[in-house]
C-alpha cells in the first residue's frame, strides 16, 4: 500500500493532503519546514516505511521508519501543530487554519483501518511525501 502525502507550506506551519491510490483519505497537519529540525520542523520529503505501533500515550498509532535524522516520527491526533506536535504528522478531517485541523481522532481512525487492512494482506505501507505544486495549476 502507497500514500502519497501532498504538502502545501507556509511560514506558520504545513498543510497537506493524504491519498492512497489516487483516493483522498484526510488532510495532514505540521509544524513548518525549519530544515528537519529535532522538534521543531516537519520532516524531509521522501519516501518512508509506516509501521502500525501502540503505546499508552497515543493508543494506536503510526511509526514512520528511517527518518533521516530523527526518530520517533509519528501519526498521531492532534489539532494543531505548533501547540501539539513534535515533527509528528496530525491526520484532520478538516483544515481549520495553517497547521490547524479539526476531528484528528476521527481522520486517525480513518487512516488506521485501512493501514491495519494493508497490514493484514501482508503489504508493505509506504509513504511518500511530495511538495503541493500549485504553479503546475491552471485556473479555468
Given at each position: 500500500?502507497?500514500?502519497?502525502?501532498?504538502?502545501?507550506?507556509?511560514?506558520?506551519?504545513?498543510?497537506?493532503?493524504?491519498?492512497?491510490?489516487?483516493?483522498?483519505?484526510?488532510?495532514?497537519?505540521?509544524?513548518?519546514?525549519?530544515?528537519?529540525?529535532?522538534?521543531?520542523?516537519?520532516?524531509?520529503?521522501?519516501?518512508?516505511?509506516?509501521?502500525?505501533?501502540?503505546?499508552?500515550?497515543?493508543?494506536?498509532?503510526?511509526?514512520?521508519?528511517?527518518?533521516?535524522?530523527?526518530?520517533?516520527?509519528?501519526?498521531?491526533?492532534?489539532?494543531?501543530?505548533?501547540?501539539?506536535?513534535?515533527?509528528?504528522?496530525?491526520?484532520?478531517?478538516?483544515?481549520?487554519?495553517?497547521?490547524?485541523?479539526?476531528?484528528?481522532?476521527?481522520?486517525?481512525?480513518?487512516?488506521?483501518?485501512l493501514?491495519?487492512?494493508?497490514?493484514?494482506r501482508?503489504?508493505?505501507?509506504?509513504?511518500t511525501?511530495?511538495?503541493?505544486?500549485?504553479?503546475?495549476?491552471?485556473?479555468?
Open positions: 500500500m502507497e500514500l502519497v502525502l501532498q504538502r502545501a507550506y507556509f511560514k506558520e506551519g504545513t498543510n497537506g493532503a493524504l491519498f492512497s491510490a489516487d483516493t483522498f483519505i484526510c488532510h495532514a497537519i505540521e509544524l513548518p519546514w525549519c530544515n528537519n529540525k529535532r522538534n521543531i520542523s516537519c520532516i524531509p520529503e521522501g519516501v518512508y516505511e509506516i509501521i502500525p505501533r501502540f503505546s499508552k500515550r497515543f493508543q494506536h498509532h503510526l511509526i514512520l521508519k528511517n527518518v533521516k535524522g530523527r526518530s520517533f516520527i509519528l501519526f498521531h491526533p492532534a489539532n494543531d501543530a505548533k501547540r501539539d506536535l513534535q515533527g509528528c504528522i496530525a491526520p484532520v478531517t478538516y483544515l481549520s487554519g495553517i497547521g490547524k485541523g479539526l476531528y484528528s481522532k476521527d481522520a486517525m481512525q480513518k487512516l488506521l483501518s493501514v491495519y487492512q494493508a497490514k493484514d501482508k503489504e508493505k505501507i509506504l509513504l511525501i511530495k511538495s503541493q505544486n500549485y504553479e503546475n495549476y491552471r485556473t479555468l
